[in-house]
């Protein structure tokens, strides 16, 4: 089996995996990066006038050989998860190639599709099932089942010809699915021949990370002697921090409003697990039409997204008449309401990994808010596994070789886990 990591052995995100097995090639995620080489945050409107053969040479494409052109020789890509550095320059391969995803994670994107301005068509979806396994050419795939604050994530057993290769996906032990990590802690899969593991945390801190279960408090804590608004600016796909705030809320008799979007999300997963959702007559609940949203909805012809929650509205006077009474989730692009509702004081919740406060939009965003008194605070856990959970991960499969990917520190790897360590960088290729 020959492993080739086209892109992530020395950054986190824009992750692509191929493995070849006799005439078989499949692709395992084709993501698209986070940062461009300068280290800024990637834009990828600036590149997308440009031809694939000038996206391969500028390195934004990853260089897979048959990938882009008709006839295709890759008979299968596995998306692991919904975050768009695992998937998010799919669209430019091939239509023939057979696409394997969670149920779950196709219906994020296609809202993504509709909310996002992504593309993320995929014309004939093959859905994969937690722990059953299912067959591309040569290689037999097992997908388990990940804690990772993407809500359908996965890893991969990969077998062929005798050997075995474990894809990590991402992961951690701390969110709302941390049973499902000790249960594949007390059954790993056994003689791994190589372990393709991330490692997005190390070179950050070394603590453990705080649990879902202890943000959710700390968000409790937050809002119960609230006397005025509560902004939180988090991810809407971050399913595990939106239970969290909404059982906080619950908690401390607060109403939750998400917009438009993440009403449909909640809704439409609230289909895989129990999640508050508007449908589904949850209390404390509520919807806020950002204009913008609801103006490019109608427009784009997904007028019926929107009627579906008008009995769900939060008029923008009740919020300024009671604003201790409710919790936002906002982010930059809603500004212009926001600045309508007219707030000058309140809590604005920074709810995503520091770095992020950097880019542009958010800065702007965040000095506003707190030129206006709102007190900046800041509740996250990571989506990523801490150091003590990859030792105990890496310790548990015991491969007979550990490969990092998704890290900026592959040369930190050799001190940390007792595994052998193979640093491959990438387009280099490497036989199992």
């Known amino acids: 089996m020959n492993l080739t990591i086209h892109r992530g052995t020395n950054e986190i995100g824009g ?54 052109s008709e006839n295709s020789k890759i008979e299968g890509l596995i998306i692991s998860h919904s975050h768009a550095d695992h998937y998010g320059l799919m669209h430019y391969l091939n239509k023939d190639i057979p696409v394997w995803i969670g149920k779950a994670t196709h219906e994020i994107l296609k809202l993504n599709t509709i909310f996002l301005n992504q593309e993320n068509n995929i014309e004939k979806p093959n859905f994969f099932e937690r722990w059953k396994k299912f067959q591309i050419g040569n290689f037999t795939i097992t997908p388990y089942w990940n804690d990772h604050s993407a809500f359908d994530a996965y890893s991969f057993l990969i077998e ?44 950050r801190n070394t603590l453990k990370s705080k649990t879902e279960e202890e943000i959710e408090n700390d968000f409790y ?35 939750f409003v998400v917009d438009v979007y993440g009403a449909c999300l909640l809704d439409k997963l609230s289909d895989y697990a129990k999640l508050p959702s508007l ?42 008449n009671n604003p201790s009474d409710y919790v936002l989730l906002v982010r930059p692009s ?5 600045k309508s509702i007219n707030s000058k004081d309140g809590n604005f919740i920074y709810s995503m990994w520091s770095g992020y406060k950097e880019q542009p939009k958010t800065k702007v965003f965040i000095d506003l808010l707190v030129s206006n008194n709102f007190k900046l605070i800041e509740i996250h856990t990571s989506g990523h596994a801490d150091l003590e959970t990859l030792k105990e991960y890496a310790n548990a499969i015991n491969p007979k070789l550990l490969v990092p990917i998704h890290t900026n520190n592959k040369k930190d790897y050799k001190s940390i886990f007792e595994q052998p360590i193979l640093e491959l960088d990438d387009n280099q290729i490497y036989t199992i």
């Open 160 to 203: 062929s010809n005798g050997k075995k290769l474990f894809y990590s996906g991402d992961f951690r032990s701390h969110g709302r699915k941390k049973e499902v990590h000790k249960k594949f802690i007390e059954n790993p899969p056994k003689g791994v021949d190589c372990l393709i593991m991330e490692g997005t945390t190390i070179g």
């Open 221 to 255: 804590e937050c809002f119960k002697n609230s006397t005025a608004i509560n902004y939180v600016f988090t991810s809407t796909q971050n399913i595990d921090r939106l239970v969290s705030i909404y059982k906080a809320c619950l908690k401390s008799g607060k109403t």
């Open 334 to 338: 809603m500004l212009r309401d926001l």
């Open 15 to 68: 992750s692509c995996i191929e493995l070849q097995s006799g005439s078989s090639r499949i692709l395992l995620d084709f993501g698209m990066p986070l940062l461009n080489a300068n280290g800024k945050a990637f834009n990828f409107k600036e590149f997308e006038k440009f031809s694939v053969n000038e996206l391969v040479n500028k390195s934004i494409l990853p260089d897979v050989k048959e990938a882009y």
């Open 279 to 320: 449908s589904k007559g949850y209390s404390n609940m509520g919807v806020y039409f950002y204009n913008s949203t609801t103006t490019k909805l109608i427009n784009g012809g997904n007028e019926k997204l929107v009627y579906k929650y008008v009995s769900k509205k939060i008029e923008k006077d009740a919020i300024i």
